[in-house]
Each structure stands twice: as C-alpha cells, then as structure tokens.
Nanobody, 125 residues
Framework: QVQLVESGGGLVQAGGSLRLSCAAS????????MGWFRQAPGKEREFVAA????????FYTDSVKGRFTISRDNAKNTVYLQMNSLKPEDTAVYYC??????????????????WGQGTQVTVSS
C-alpha cells in the first residue's frame, strides 16, 4: 500500500497563487506516475495534471495550461502543484493520485491506484 498526504490548500483571492504538496509513503515502486484531480460539489472528479516518474513528461487539462505547474522531488517522495492566476472556477477539493503501472499520464480516475484525502482550494472573486 501507498499512503498519500496532501497539504497546501486554503482560501485565496482570484489572481492569487497556492502550492499544493503531496507526500508519499509506504510501498515503494521503481516507476510511477503521479496525478492531480479535482472535484467541485455536485460534479464528477476531473483530471488536472500528471507527471511521469522521472519528471520528464507532464500533461495538463486545457483549463489550467499556462497557469498550473506539476513537479516532483523524488528525493523527498513529494509531488507539487503550483497554481497561479487562480480563478473562482478552480474552487474544488484537489486530490493527489498515484499510478504504479501506467506510463501514459492517464486522465482517467480508474487508472490510478492510490489517492490522498483531498485538500480544499477556495478562490474568492
């Protein structure tokens, strides 16, 4: 099993920035993909960003391209999501996820094996 613990969520004004962190512990894997998803009330969970184990490949949903940056520090077993120019529509619970098998940077929820508890991001207008 892998445990994912998130931090960094909070309340921010439109145009502001937040950095989310996801620390992984437990079973280790030689290669894994990490992703960020978000879910607003009454809506399905949607893909935000993903990063390969090496950090050499990233992929973003269109609505966050140019504003969000996913990165990882494997020495710290931590993945980050830097969120700039935040908009009210970014308000959601943000989830960190790990995929130990796929190298495809999948946008599908069921491609990921482990999930964090979620952290609330609220952007006020």
């Amino acid at each position: 099993q892998v445990q994912l613990v998130e931090s960094g969520g909070g309340l921010v004004q439109a145009g502001g920035s937040l950095r989310l962190s996801c620390a992984a512990s437990g079973r280790t894997f030689s290669s894994y993909t990490m992703g960020w998803f978000r879910q607003a009330p009454g809506k399905e969970r949607e893909f935000v960003a993903a990063i390969s184990w090496s950090g050499g490949r990233t992929f973003y949903t269109d609505s966050v391209k140019g504003r969000f940056t996913i990165s990882r520090d494997n020495a710290k077993n931590t993945v980050y999501l830097q969120m700039n120019s935040l908009k009210p529509e970014d308000t959601a619970v943000y989830y960190c996820a790990a995929d130990r098998a796929s190298g495809l940077l999948s946008q599908r929820v069921n491609a990921y094996d482990y999930w964090g508890q979620g952290t609330q991001v609220t952007v006020s207008s």
